[in-house]
T-cell receptor, first 118, second 115 residues
Framework: DAMVIQNPRYQVTQFGKPVTLSCSQT?????MYWYQQKSSQAPKLLFH???????NEADTPDNFQSRRPNTSFCFLDIRSPGLGDAAMYLC?????????????????FGPGTRLLVL | AQSVTQPDIHITVSEGASLELRCNYS??????LFWYVQSPGQGLQLLLK??????LVQGIKGFEAEFKRSQSSFNLRKPSVHWSDAAEYFC?????????????FGIGTKLQVIP
């Protein structure tokens, strides 16, 4: 009964070689988030999708892109990974209906993908 | 801008002892507050949340937290710590930004439990 699934759990890539991390959810939540968490640091929001609307955080590097082909799946693409991009990448989802006057609910996190850049 | 401060980076407690993890936030409006726990190599698990109402909230695994508006605090407590509670704990605030959760996390407190 996994709810937010991230694959792979560990990813090794080479400096400058594009890499894609995936996230899927069985919760039918309308919002999906990607966070970057470097060692001994707090998770930092990179961007999120509200339904199909993509919202980038102001300080997210252009090297990071995302795709959401349907409600269940969301991908994080790192176009040219640098050594500084080595981190844990966390996907989260939430059902957020405040824009339509509905309830706000908490975020559910996946187990994360640890990215190593060689 | 919102911010979350967790003043204790590391805390060590004996098994069976009580625990309090501190969290202070800075946000102009009524905050939505959370505590998450993260075991090594794992994602974040929600322990408890405060949206409104009773300022003492109960969570999973025997944790509770108290919202004190006057002190801008949301401290996490547990009366008797178990060895399995060793993990990293993150306090977070949601700034309720028009339709999605803009969550800001604190830097985290690593909890070590000794026999």
């Amino acid at each position: 009964d996994a709810m937010v699934i991230q694959n792979p759990r560990y990813q090794v890539t080479q400096f400058g070689k594009p890499v894609t991390l995936s996230c899927s959810q069985t919760l039918n939540h309308n919002v999906m988030y990607w966070y970057q968490q470097k060692s001994s640091q707090a998770p930092k929001l990179l961007f999120h999708y509200y339904d199909k609307d993509f919202n980038n955080e102001a300080d997210t590097p252009d090297n990071f892109q995302s795709r959401r082909p349907n409600t269940s799946f969301c991908f994080l693409d790192i176009r040219s990974p640098g050594l500084g991009d080595a981190a844990m990448y966390l996907c989260a989802t939430s059902r957020d209906l405040r824009a339509s006057g509905g309830p706000q609910e908490t975020q559910y996190f996946g187990p994360g993908t640890r990215l190593l850049v060689l | 801008a919102q911010s979350v401060t967790q003043p204790d980076i590391h805390i060590t407690v004996s098994e069976g002892a009580s625990l309090e993890l501190r969290c202070n936030y800075s946000y102009g409006a009524t905050p939505y507050l959370f505590w998450y726990v993260q075991s090594p190599g794992q994602g974040l698990q929600l322990l408890l949340k405060y949206f409104s109402g009773d300022t003492l909230v109960q969570g999973i695994k025997g944790f509770e937290a108290e919202f004190k508006r006057s002190q801008s605090s949301f401290n996490l407590r547990k009366p008797s710590v178990h060895w399995s509670d060793a993990a990293e704990y993150f306090c977070a605030v949601d700034t309720n930004s028009g339709g999605y959760q803009k969550v800001t996390f604190g830097i985290g407190t690593k909890l070590q439990v000794i026999p």
